[in-house]
């Protein structure tokens, strides 16, 4: 009995050692690897100063082409993210701060995005690797996140968990791309989208925006404390969408947001309902450009 107790012994040791290790390894990786995530890029990023950060959703990060600001001579990245809510936009705001990232103005999308409360698990996932990070830790620990003590204190449970997501092929193109200028960092945040014509209704008519959204709220306030000029923003859906009475809302409940969902309307300028296309952005960014950065106007 003694010798299988000890061999038990041994075993949970081993298995103990070996998650601790991998813990550190995937974390290192991530930690000083190619930033293939917007949340990684934030956490690297020290000290910088950009006259122009975007932040939203897929409707930030398909629709603000950074090379129409960049060609005005203009400091700018699309930290807009595929699937992201206000919350996710929130905590990688406070990290950019963390890290005494200087912004001037501070472009947020909003729209279907103030509906509720909604997080996004897979953006919230890629802040995971980074957990021990006393922001995003505090942050999370606020949420009641289920099995958030699972993630911080057991070693390498996260990455099993979501292994999909933040395990072991996510850490090989890391270090794939270990020395190389990621796509993420070549477009300066921006993912363009090709083609046109795809799923162009949505359907808005029954949706409502929150009078106050917290997340929103607390955004404005951060923004407002760091002195960066806050440029809140709808950007275009298409025509079959059934959204005037939606936006009308948002008008009502929110007026320092500025209505630009109307700026496009053309379908050829659309992927789908929900996104323009490569052309589309960049006809609704030289507008963007014009309407608050043109220092002429």
């Keep these: 009995m003694r010798k299988f107790l000890n061999y038990i012994g041994v075993v949970f040791l081993l298995t103990i050692g070996i998650a601790y290790t991998l813990d550190v390894l995937y974390t290192g990786i991530y930690t000083y690897g190619a930033a293939r995530t917007k949340t990684t890029l934030a956490l690297q990023e020290k000290e910088k100063e950009f006259d122009v950060v975007f932040l939203g959703s897929s409707r930030a990060n398909n629709h603000f082409d950074t090379a129409v600001f960049e060609e005005n001579d203009l400091k700018v990245y699309n930290f807009g993210m595929s699937g992201a809510q206000l919350e996710e936009n929130l905590l ?23 509906i509720d409360t909604y997080i996004s698990e897979g ?41 999909s997501r933040i395990g072991f092929r996510e850490t090989a193109l890391i270090m794939a791309k270990f020395h ?5 960092e070549a477009n300066l945040g921006f993912s363009p989208l090709l083609g046109m014509g795809k799923n162009m209704s949505y359907n808005l008519a029954n949706a409502k925006p929150l009078q106050k959204h917290p997340y929103y709220e607390e955004i404005k306030q951060i923004c407002a404390k760091e002195n960066i000029r806050f440029v809140p923003v709808t950007t275009p859906i298409c025509e079959n969408s059934s959204s005037n009475n939606f936006f009308k809302k948002i008008r009502a409940y929110y007026p320092e947001i500025k209505e630009l969902s109307f700026l496009v309307t053309d379908d050829k300028y659309f992927e789908s309902c929900g996104h323009m296309n490569v052309e589309g952005a960049q006809f609704f960014s030289e507008q963007v450009y014009e309407m608050f950065f043109n220092k002429q106007n």
């Design 92 to 114: 990688l705001l406070k990290l950019l701060i963390a890290n005494k990232t200087k912004i001037h103005t501070l472009v947020l999308q909003v729209d279907t995005n103030l």
């Design 123 to 163: 953006t919230r996932v890629s802040f995971y690797p980074f957990i021990d990070e006393d922001i995003i830790s505090s942050y999370y620990e606020n949420k009641q996140i289920n099995e958030f003590d699972y993630f911080k204190y057991v070693p390498f449970y996260r990455y099993m968990k979501y292994d």
């Design 180 to 184: 190389q200028k990621t796509l993420n």
